[in-house]
């Protein structure tokens, strides 16, 4: 089960990295700001359900 803890990155919809979603779901900058979380549709949405993006396939 190593690969759940891996974290996966995240795109926004041009195709820019804006950061990474953990094994819990929390989306995160490269900073370590929480940016949302991925929900059970595998999108990327902020606290105030704006979607983001989507994380990228492994």
């Known amino acids: 089960m190593a690969e759940m803890d891996e974290e996966r990155r995240v795109e926004d ?6 950061g990474t979603v953990d ?12 940016l949302g979380v991925l929900t059970s ?3 990327v949405v902020d606290f105030s359900g704006v979607r983001l993006g ?5």
């Open 54 to 58: 989507a994380p990228v396939p492994r």
């Open 41 to 43: 549709k595998n999108d």
């Open 23 to 34: 094994s819990e779901g929390w989306v995160t900058d490269f900073a370590g700001v929480r």
């Open 13 to 18: 919809f041009s195709g820019i990295a804006v």
